[in-house]
């Protein structure tokens, strides 16, 4: 597990209880992660996760990723793993590869579109970690970008390019320049 830096002091327990908030109403927010800044919601309300693909002019059958601080957080939307499976995955978490899982029969359209499998990472970024424990819940994670642009990699271009959309959560992304690997489980093929 990585270790919390400087860099999550700035989740105070007030910024935490305001993002709490903000989640539980159906809102959007846009936290660093390890290449950008990227757009994340509570991944089970259907409303938050419609208005992300809005803002970004995303086509809900693409399917979207969901980050966790742990493995456990992924698991409602991840069918079991054989010891096999977890083994050729373990080595990359906590880390910037993105696993595509096989689904649960409870994981919802609105986050695998067309697919029968979830996109998921156990990220390394100490601030989407620091998040997701303290929320202690997975969350959408999509580059924070309208569809085709680059995305944003600063917490003043996120609230230049989204307004009060989003709430901004600031900090500093990773040093990662690509986004993360995208792997499938069953075929071992790289998608990304």
């Known amino acids: ?3 919390l830096s400087a860099a999550t002091a700035a989740l105070s327990t007030t910024l935490l209880n305001r993002i709490r908030a903000h989640l539980e109403q159906g809102g959007v927010i846009a936290y660093p992660t390890e290449s950008c800044y990227g ?23 693409k399917g979207l ?5 742990t493995f456990v957080q992924l698991q409602p939307y991840a069918a079991p793993l054989t010891e096999a499976q977890w083994h050729k995955i373990s080595p990359t978490w906590p880390g910037p590869v993105t696993w595509l899982l096989p689904a649960t029969s409870k994981t919802p359209p609105w986050l695998r579109g ?18 997701c424990q303290a929320l202690n819940l997975a969350l959408v994670s999509t580059s924070a970008n309208r ?3 680059k995305p944003a ?16 959560v600031p900090g500093l992304i ?17 998608i990304r």
Do not use: E
Not at 65 to 69: A, D, P, Q
């Open 147 to 149: 569809s085709g642009k």
């Open 65 to 69: 990723i969901l980050i966790g601080s």
């Open 114 to 131: 067309r697919h029968q499998s979830i996109a998921v990472r156990v990220t390394a970024h100490p601030l989407a970690v620091r998040l």
């Open 39 to 61: 757009l994340g919601c509570d991944p089970r309300n259907r409303r938050a996760v419609m208005k992300i693909l809005r803002i970004k002019g995303r086509p809900q059958h």
């Open 174 to 190: 990773g040093k990662r320049r690509q986004p993360s690997t995208i792997m499938d489980l069953m075929t071992g093929a790289v």
């Open 1 to 3: 597990m990585p270790r």
């Open 153 to 168: 990699r600063t917490a003043a271009a996120c609230a230049k390019i989204f307004g009060p959309d989003v709430l901004v």
